[in-house]
């Protein structure tokens, strides 16, 4: 039996949405170099929908598939949605992954709620300085 | 396909499964038995133990048949420590980069009460003898460093630090399982007193290996039972195994020199070719390295990602990634030689064979080299790293 299930590799070999997002509107990193995984999501977000979402991932296979399918389910969804995100629906979509590579899909929903935790904040702080950007 | 992860398994050889088949269908009989039938498998035992002997300068009797490098490794440690503890001596010297058939049964000793120094592996990941030298002291009752490292391939100085321990009269050890059929070995010129090898790192059978101890060393048993390998080593005796570890070990010995410089040449040539990836650095001496052995650092990826995609181009190869290692942390040998953690997770190792061709060598230089490039075009690491954000490492 191969490590991952054919959902991982495909995810893996033809990730959807990498790249980055020059005019984002939320931005998140989580994990560090030491542990071997880094996720970075790239979000833009119109009217608390998302409209387009990106990754760069640095990581092992699951890693990357995670991210990749995290952004697929949250992709054109309401910021209310995506904040329910769970590592356990992300691991489920890609019909699992192996126990000792359940973090990979944790930090996905770490990464996505990050930049969505950035979002809540530049929008609060528009809101509250106005124009003035001091 | 081309398979570059011969320090992991090798293929057995032609003459080896005609060995092994052979000796499966004609001499399944029990050599303990004294029945012809019986004598006979006795006798492709003896006729192994001779072979197996003469390739590695020991006499017959000095060779105790195992299941394989880590039950060498495992006995050849505990039955110095056992002779170590019976005249007071309970320090061991070691290295940090062993392979942790050796690393976890001196934790094992240390848990008992031994006193356990690893030494320095150095940026090169070689041993310096002077600091073997240093480090022996009243009570050391073993020295064991393996003669070529697993994943980075660096040879030893085996035959200086056998010197000093001959003439400080300390055992020692030498894991000769990526060395053996591979590089010369002589127990006798190399001043080895315990040795450790196993059969499918050169083209042998899974599951069988030997040890060497030199006459006069006192074994202690792993496996109690029947008085096979002289009471040392309980069990009906692998006859098929031994005999086509033997028939492999004389083939690899005989091609040896010939298969290393072709080795040599395709190494140095892959080196050059990887070389070429910008932040890429070159794991380990360049020169005293096992022919087969070429380990590289990427900086911006991690180890298994590019594994994956190799295999998805034909190659397979290995990483000292913490992902393909199932725990947190990438390779203690890569540690060992001061590779941080950021960069040690993006290694790869590539192992290859005799029979490697020009052709293939060029085909991996291009396949890593494309599979690195695209890995970090979408590495947040990279991206840092190339706007300056981050210094690199390498």
């Known amino acids: 039996m191969a490590l991952y299930s054919e959902k991982v590799m495909d995810h893996f070999r033809n990730p959807r949405n990498v790249g980055v997002i020059e005019d984002a509107n939320g931005i998140g990193e989580v994990g560090n170099a030491k542990c071997g995984d880094i996720m970075k999501m790239y979000l833009k977000i119109e009217d608390d929908i998302i409209r387009d979402v990106k990754f760069e991932t640095f990581g092992c296979g699951s890693a990357i598939a995670s991210s990749s399918m995290a952004t697929e389910l949250i992709k054109g969804k309401p910021v209310a949605d995506a904040m329910k995100l769970t590592n356990k629906a992300v691991a489920e979509a890609l019909d699992g992954l192996p126990d000792y590579k359940m973090h990979c899909s944790v930090l996905a929903e770490e990464a996505i709620q990050s930049a969505l935790e950035d979002y809540e904040k530049r929008k609060a702080r528009s809101a509250g300085a106005g124009s003035s950007n001091s | ?394």
């Open chain 2, 1 to 394: 396909m081309i398979y570059a992860d011969n320090a992991a398994t090798t293929k057995m050889s032609e003459s080896a499964i005609h060995t092994m088949t052979t000796l499966l269908n004609e001499s399944w009989g029990n050599p303990s038995s004294l029945y012809l039938h019986g004598q006979k498998a006795k006798e492709v035992l003896e006729k192994a133990r001779e072979e197996i002997a003469a390739v590695i300068g020991a006499q017959p009797r000095e060779i105790t048949f195992t299941s394989g490098g880590s039950e060498a490794d495992n006995q050849a440690i505990l039955s110095a420590a056992e002779s170590g503890r019976l005249k007071g001596k309970r320090h061991i010297i070691s290295t940090a980069f062993e392979h942790h058939a050796v690393l976890h049964t001196l934790n094992k000793l240390k848990k008992q009460g031994f006193d356990i120094t690893l030494l320095d592996v150095h940026e090169n990941g070689i041993i310096l003898p002077s600091e073997v030298k240093e480090a022996i002291r009243e009570d050391t009752c073993l020295v064991t460093i393996m003669y070529a490292n697993n994943e980075i391939g660096t040879i030893q100085p085996i035959r200086e630090i056998g010197a000093i321990c001959r003439e400080r009269n300390v055992l020692f050890h030498t894991d000769a399982v990526q060395a053996i059929g591979h590089i010369p070995v002589n127990v006798g010129e190399d001043n080895i007193d315990m040795l450790s090898s196993s059969a499918h790192k050169f083209h042998g059978p899974k599951g069988v290996g030997f040890l060497y101890s030199r006459k006069g060393i006192r074994l202690s048993n792993l496996i109690e039972g029947g008085a096979q390998e002289r009471g040392k080593r309980a069990g009906t005796e692998n006859v098929p195994g031994i005999g086509a570890m033997a028939a492999a070990l004389k083939e690899a010995n005989a091609n040896m020199a010939e298969n290393a410089a072709h080795m040599i040449q395709m190494r140095d040539k892959l080196i050059e070719g990887l070389r070429q990836i910008p932040h890429s650095a070159l794991n380990g001496d360049e020169h005293q390295r096992l022919p087969g052995n070429v380990n590289f650092c990427f900086e911006g990826i991690e180890g298994e990602s590019l594994l994956l995609l190799l295999d998805d181009k034909g190659i397979q190869a290995s990483s000292g990634s913490a992902c393909t290692s199932g725990s947190l942390d990438p390779s203690h040998v890569l540690l060992a030689i001061g590779r941080v953690h950021d960069v040690a997770h993006g290694s790869l190792r590539l192992s290859i064979g005799e029979d490697i061709t020009q052709a293939e060598v060029d085909e991996i230089i291009r396949s890593v080299t494309e599979v690195v490039t695209y890995l970090r075009s979408f590495s947040p690491i990279w991206r840092d790293l190339m706007a300056g954000k981050k210094e690199f490492i390498l």
